[in-house]
């Protein structure tokens, strides 16, 4: 039999559904890898076989009776441990919420289990999804599966969502959710060599979803390739009136209408993109996107976006004030960490619990956040921030007038070393330099596989669409997955 | 909710763009810098050893919101519940959890707004303000800085010679906002620990800031309870302030007459108008000592206690907190349309001022009585309901009946009650009742002395007047002959009497109908009485 761990989203379900295999066999498989890779590659906080069990034998009887199938029926995949999970540990990877177990389900993962998904574990991530490589989780930094070529060094995974990445990379999940604020989704996709796509804000309920940066929060599906990404934005997507920022618009049918003809489309190709001393394999693997796109019957036009380089400086104030705020709650009184120090009044309180429970990386943008909200300040950082949120979106939508999509790389680099960057925040920031944009926009954007670096690392290529239009973002996609005939894999070295 | 909010003509990208270049023009309160002081000055001074002294006076008043559920949650708002028992995720700020505007706080705040002619802003928005502190889960409450629902509008205080307000004076109404309440510490529970009850978190309040327009407590007082009688009227808060269902913070400063505004203190959670009236007269009075004795206000937070009716310190402007109020990520802006606001135009109800207005012009009812009648909404409807009964009772228009059905509710059942300790929404005698005891009187089968007398058994036992007067026999006595019989004996024996009247004692007049009104047991009717008696002594 074949090794059904190698099959992605739509194999699954179609094989699950046609009865070449079955959901159980699946998720045995999988379990299994998951199991075996965990001392490794630490993709997983918790790992919840019994759930991936549960769920494809839920499949199991349903097909045999005759019932009909979601869209995800068969499929096990693993779940940031960013979702609240009824009954299963959800800790945002921090020590604040280590033990906590919510009562309640998130919206996105109750419609994938409603879709018949099943679920492999709770993965890692950055702490509260702050930060870039994975390094800031309250239980260990993720491996990326992918070494450079003849060396050792263990790899970051790209972060926040770098459990995720990682865990689709190397097989343990055919698929596996993400959420993406800055990044989160697009680069850690990129540095592992899968795809992953961050739907326009309001797609996807935030509902159940551990709060970072409300107005920047999007969850989106990371699975192998563009097809297994419709399939599963279309199982997590949807109006939600639990959300007050949730789109009331129809769900559609992205896979359906899945097309890599790109004829009478325009690609645009920012200007400001092209960065002095641009990694040379980076701006080579986007000329060569460019040309994949033309040949697919795209005319590419080049376009400026000129304030791309406040993006930036301006993400760093607003999420970091969004940030501070949502935090707040988390103080000891009713759930998660309580640090009592003796003799302790509530000022104390707060004091150690939050010492004790947050990471640095974390402590480090609630500062931040506290600081540009203050009075004095507000108006100099966090007002003008928002200008410049306001001018960077007229940026986009201006280029849209003369292109329906944007094609830029997703990263300046692929993946560094793991404690690369630690020293160095900043550095770590400007990781998400070309993702960031978008975020602050709202719009769909989303990280294909694009080959290898000189070192045998992953690059990829973002795409970023209009506003509710993911299908040109997948179809674009789409056009560059069939042309980039990226099949390079991890070797198995866990 | 969502046809509050054009979520798909201004999908959310685009409202955050919007919020990105608003100005950030407001200031909390728009005092202490030049105010207009609307109306006349009231003549209230707090005399000083060196000169005479005007208070100026604004006040904050937060109004719980009549609504069954929370503002951003759908649990229970009821009041009295078990410590816990009406919290949902959100109110406990449990992780990933997200706020929804409930429709009708907001409905019910626009109302309020409407009931005091104010501006109505079709675009607001939620902010947070940031403070950590035991009974506030998230970490900070939303509320509306910025933008606020409600803008400008006012509400008008009526003459009131005896308490110093010398004619009706408007006061102006800055805003009105939406905001959570908070949940709710008891220290009482455990020897060092304090437990916290969040069945109040995220209870809808609305904040309504006034002008500092108010130069005595009397005139804070007057504004208080009309402002109290808009919102029962509105039906948008129950003004319960022994419950906390509504509270003032309460703005005092002090200046000699004509000089610029003093520094204001601002007292917390004042939760009656008596205290609210003693918190402004000991307040103003210690800034006055404190100024005359070479001292100078702090603007700072203090507390009231109605223990011995003084103001002490809470917290200097120095140790206040920086509330770092930012736009509410989780909420979109509000906007309001068309349709939805003429539904709360058309939901509104008649007014207490339009009311005392149509009861002198139309109903031809004093001003005292008319004011009386309109001062509390339960009164109103009880009135009207009464004057209802009255008129077809007696098969007449409610016009010609409302001078006796005003009168008898205000002197005669006001009187009843209080004598039995009772209140009018706990009356035995319904405005049905009411009414069926007025046209006894009416179609003069009883005297108005007598129905005092039924009213009294009415009260004692629940029955009808009809029922009443056929026991206890009460009926008037009209009929001529038996009134004669009487005035004969009357005259009969006082022969002495009523040669003197003839002789032209007029007085005497009084003297012979008390006579036979006391043979008749009261039940003589007056009118024939003093028919016959003139006829038969003249």
Known sequence: MTDLTQLGVKAIRDGVASGDFTAREVAEGFNANVAAAQGALNAFIVATPERALEAADKVDADRAAGKPLGKMAGVPIGMKDLFATRGVQTTAASHMLEGFTPEYESTVSAKLWEAGAGMLGKLNLDQFAMGSSNETSHFGNVVNPWRRSGGNAQMAPGGSSGGSSAAVAARLAPAATGTDTGGSIRQPAAFTGITGIKPTYGRCSRWGIVAFASSLDQAGPMARDVTDCAIMLEAMAGFDPKDSTSLDLPVPEWEKHLDADLKGKRVGIPREYRMDGMDADVAESWDRGAQWLKDAGAEVVEISLPHTKYALPAYYIIAPAEASSNLARYDGVRYGLRELPEKANLQDMYAATRAEGFGAEVKRRILIGTYVLSAGFYDAYYTQAQKVRTLIARDFELAFAQCDVILAPTAPTAAFALGEKTDDPLSMYLNDVFAVPASLAGLPAMSVPAGLNRDGLPLGLQIIGRTFDEQGVLNAGLAIEQRAGFTARPDTWW | ?538
């Open chain 2, 1 to 538: 909710m969502r046809t509050l909010v054009h979520g798909y003509a201004a999908p959310p990208v685009a409202a955050q763009a919007i919020t990105g270049v608003t100005p950030r023009g407001f200031t909390r309160l728009a005092w202490p810098g030049i105010a207009l002081i609307a109306g006349c000055m009231s003549t209230y001074r707090i005399h000083g050893a060196t000169s005479e002294w005007e208070v100026v006076i604004g006040l904050e008043v937060h109004a719980q919101v009549t609504s069954n559920a929370k503002l951003f949650s759908s649990a229970s708002t009821a009041f009295g519940a078990e410590p816990n028992t009406q919290v949902s995720l959100i109110d406990a700020a449990m992780p990933g959890m997200l706020p929804v505007p409930n429709r009708e706080c907001i409905r019910q705040a626009v109302r309020t707004g409407m009931a005091i002619d104010a501006q109505i802003n079709r675009w607001s928005r939620f902010d947070r303000k940031n403070y950590f502190y035991a009974d506030l889960p998230q970490g900070y409450q939303i509320s509306q800085l910025y933008h606020p629902l409600v803008g400008e509008g006012s509400l008008m205080i009526e003459a009131d010679e005896k308490a110093g307000i010398p004619e009706d004076k408007v006061i102006g109404i800055e805003r009105i906002h939406v905001e959570q309440d908070a949940g709710k510490l008891m220290h009482d529970q455990h020897p060092t620990m304090s437990y916290v009850d969040l069945n109040r978190s995220g209870v809808a309040l609305m904040e309504i800031v006034s002008r500092p327009d108010m130069t005595s407590p009397a005139e804070a007082g007057a504004y208080l309870r009309k402002l109290r009688a808009i919102l029962r009227y509105v039906g948008s808060c129950d003004g319960n302030m022994e419950e906390g269902s509504m509270r003032a913070d309460v703005n005092v400063s002090v200046r000699r007459p004509g000089e610029e505004l003093g520094t204001r203190t601002e007292t917390k959670n004042v939760n009656s108008v008596r205290f609210v009236m003693a918190a402004i007269e000991h307040e103003a009075r210690r800034q006055v000592d404190v100024i005359e004795d070479g001292g100078s206000i702090v603007q700072e937070t203090r507390l009231f206690d109605p223990g011995t009716g003084t103001t002490r310190s809470m917290r200097s402007k120095e140790d206040a907190h920086d509330y770092r109020y930012f736009p509410d990520p989780d909420l979109l802006p509000l906007e309001l349309e068309e349709e939805f606001l003429d539904e709360c135009r058309a939901s509104l109800p008649e007014l207490p001022d339009a009311k005392r207005r149509r009861y002198e012009q139309d109903l031809g009812l004093s001003p005292y009585n008319a004011a009386v009648l309109t001062a509390e909404v339960e009164t109103a409807r009880w009135f009207e309901r009464l004057l209802g009964e009255t008129a077809k009772a007696q098969d007449k228009q409610p016009a010609d009946v409302a001078k006796q059905a005003a009168n008898w509710l205000i002197s005669d059942l006001f009187g009843a009650l209080n004598k039995a300790g009772l209140e009018l929404d706990n009356s035995p005698v319904t405005p049905e009742k009411g009414g069926e005891l007025l046209a006894l009187v009416g179609a003069g089968t009883i005297s108005g002395s007598i129905s005092k007398q039924v009213l009294e058994t009415m009260i004692e036992t629940g029955d009808n007047a009809a029922a009443i007067v056929d026991r206890e026999g009460l009926k008037q006595e009209s009929d001529t002959g038996a009134i004669e019989a009487k005035i004969d004996e009357v005259m009969a024996a006082n022969p002495d009497k009523v040669a003197e009247y003839r002789g032209g004692k007029d007085k005497l007049f009084g003297f012979f109908v008390g006579q036979t009104m006391k043979a008749m047991q009261g039940k003589g009717n007056p009118q024939v009485v003093n028919e016959l008696l003139k006829q038969k002594l003249g």
